[in-house]
Each structure stands twice: as C-alpha cells, then as structure tokens.
C-alpha cells in the first residue's frame, strides 16, 4: 500500500531564515506530487505540483519554491521566509489515470517568528 | 477560475443527530470527492464520486453527485463524538492536462454528547 510521509513534523523559524520540508511517497511510481498551505484550520490553496521529476509548475507568486530531485520526492524550500509564510503545509499524491483522488500526507505545522 | 461553495461553514449538533452539508460549483465536475480532517493532521479521504447522479455509502456516510455535476452532497447519520473535525469537499474538472482539485472552505463539525 502507498504511505506518503512529510519531514518535519512542526517548524519553529525566525523571519528571514531558509526552509525546506521534504515529502517523500512510498508503495507506488512516477506519482503526480502536490504542495498545499492550509492557514487557520481551514482552505487548501495549492501552491506547486508536479507530474514528474524536475517538472513544477507553480500555482501562486510567492518566495517559496518547489523541486522534485527524484521520483517519490518533492520539497519545498524558502531563500528567506516571511511571518505570512506561517501555516500548515500539506503534501499530497496522486496517481495519472483518470481517477485522480489526491491522497494528502500528515503535515508540517510551520511558525514563522 | 472554479469556484466552490461549501456550507454550512459550521455545525454544532447532538450526538445521535444526522447532518448534512453541500458543496456547489460555478463549474462542472467530473469527479467529486469528500475528506476529513482532524486537528492537526492531514485530510483523509472519505468518498469519491465519479458518476453525476451517483450516490456511494462509507459506513454512516452517504455522499451523492449531483446529476447537474455543479453541486454534491454529504450525509451523515447518527453523529458520535469521532464525527468531530473539519469536511471537505473537493471537485476535478477533466480538462486536458487537468491534475487539480478545487477544494471548498470547509465544513467545522462539533458534536455534543
């Protein structure tokens, strides 16, 4: 069965500093890979996904960044994070058929300072 | 864009009571699905629905897709205290090259015992 696990759990960040939360997919191959922000317990807005290794495409402007290194990776990464970027960030999968439930993974809670 | 309209945007109900909550659509899905989320945590698949006019059952929950494809239905019928958390409702428009979901706001569940 597919398991999809993000890194970390819970971030403590002061502003200005870099970020990167990794998610990483086991049990299946070539998956589409997805980042959402979740603020304030509610709403998902996408911010990148990725239907192959290297392939991102960005939802939204802003200083974060998305890569895709290998095939069951995607992290996301900040040069210098805002107090806006604090949030719950979510990880989710999917597969490339026409069925495309999206599978999302536990979350990082990140607190800018 | 697609836009989604989830509501109510909160319950507080009684343990034992049935709920129902909807989602409408400015645009027409091709599929709909349902997740919980408890607090904390990423949101977990509940039903997904792929067919206008079908109605799938998970345990106490039926979901139904609207036969228009613009709205969906969730119900759930007597409410114990592990119902609390918050409901999404998501929905994919099949377009070429579409991988995305369109999520409501949400719906925040509280059951009283």
């Known amino acids: 069965s597919q398991t999809i696990h993000q890194w970390p759990a819970t971030l403590v960040q002061p502003v200005g500093s870099p970020l990167s939360l990794e998610c990483t997919v086991e049990?299946?191959?070539?998956?589409?890979l997805y980042w959402y922000r979740q603020a304030a317990g509610r709403g998902l807005q996408l911010l990148f996904y990725?239907?192959?290794?290297?392939?991102i495409s960005s939802e939204v402007p802003q200083n974060l960044s998305a890569s895709r290194p290998q095939d069951r990776q995607f992290i996301l990464s900040s040069k210098k994070l805002l107090l806006s970027d604090s949030g719950f960030y979510l990880c989710?999968?999917?597969?490339?058929?026409?069925?495309?439930?999206?599978?999302f993974g536990p979350g990082t809670r990140l607190l800018v300072l | 864009g697609q836009q989604l309209n989830q509501s109510p945007q909160s319950m507080f109900i009684q343990e034992g009571e049935d709920v129902s909550m909807n989602c409408t659509s400015s645009s027409i899905f091709n599929t709909w699905l349902w997740y919980k989320q408890d607090p904390g945590e990423g949101p977990v698949l509940l039903i997904a629905?792929?067919?206008?006019?079908e109605l799938t059952s998970n345990g106490r929950l039926t979901a139904q897709f609207g036969i228009t494809r613009k709205d969906s239905f969730l119900n759930i019928s007597a409410s114990i205290p592990s119902d609390v958390g918050i409901y999404f409702c998501a929905g994919r428009y099949s377009g070429a090259g579409s991988y995305q979901l369109t999520f409501g706001k949400g719906t925040k569940l509280s059951v009283i015992p």
């Open positions: 049990g299946t191959s070539n998956p589409n």
């Open positions: 629905l792929y067919k206008a006019g």
């Open positions: 989710a999968w999917s597969g490339h058929g026409g069925r495309e439930t999206q599978y």
């Open positions: 990725s239907v192959g290794i290297g392939q």
